[in-house]
């Protein structure tokens, strides 16, 4: 059975702070990941994808994989109270169908 | 920038009645997802489409839902007879390589 388990938190963190969310899976064939955003009631939204091992930064955030240890990480710098949210993270699982194994997300809190 | 379209946005039905919703994915994305998601949980596959061919749909109650993809671009998820346990948002997806793009979900209420 193919999983990914995330901390369902919630995750406090003061604003300013750096938010890290983690997340391991069980399928060493996963060859790509993905972190998505979902706000109360909204749908989920794309923020980063890796697929290297090692550190991938896009403006305040940064994503790292390990394969070794089958970990994957989302870094959030500067936080602010619009990044309240809960981050899904999502392994592909490497077949040519594309499928998708999601964790169940971890709710972060921004403190002002 | 292109999206994913969903519609309705919000439904509200009275359990055994119908209900349908649809889904226009990304022009050129072959991969459709079909997803459930209650609050505080993951979206959980419903059913996946590769072009017009479902590819995994292990997990969809085929008692009472049906998905298509007849020509390989829109899709309709139906459930018949709607059940209170049913009550969800409902996710569309699409995808070509990396990362799904998600619609904006619709929003069923069964009472």
């Known amino acids: 059975q193919k999983e990914v388990e995330q901390n369902s938190g919630p995750l406090s963190v003061p604003e300013g702070a750096i938010a890290s969310l983690n997340c391991t899976y069980s399928d060493r064939g996963s060859q790509s990941f993905f972190w998505y955003r979902q706000y109360s009631g909204k749908s989920p939204e794309l923020i980063m994808f890796i697929y290297s091992n090692g550190d991938k930064e896009d403006g305040r955030f940064t994503a790292q994989l390990n394969k070794a240890s089958q970990y994957v990480s989302l870094l959030i710098r500067d936080s602010q109270p619009s990044d309240s949210a809960t981050y899904l993270c999502?392994?592909?699982?490497?077949?040519?169908?594309?499928?998708?194994?999601w964790g169940a997300g971890t709710k972060l809190i921004i403190k002002p | 920038e292109a999206e994913v379209a969903q519609s309705p946005r919000y439904k509200i039905t009275e359990k055994s009645q119908a209900v349908a919703f649809w889904c226009d994915p990304i022009?050129?994305?072959?991969?459709l997802y079909w997803y459930r998601q209650i609050l505080g949980q993951g979206p959980e596959l419903l059913v996946q489409?590769?072009?017009?061919?479902?590819?995994?749909d292990s997990q969809l109650p085929k008692d009472r839902f049906s998905a298509e993809r007849l020509k390989g671009v829109d899709s309709t998820l139906k459930i018949q007879p709607a059940e209170l346990g049913d009550s969800a948002m409902y996710l569309c997806a699409s995808s070509r390589e990396m990362g799904a793009f998600f619609g904006q979900g619709t929003r069923l209420t069964v009472v």
């Open positions: 022009s050129g994305h072959a991969t």
């Open positions: 999502a392994a592909h699982g490497g077949d040519s169908n594309y499928q998708l194994i």
């Open positions: 489409f590769q072009d017009e061919s479902v590819v995994d």
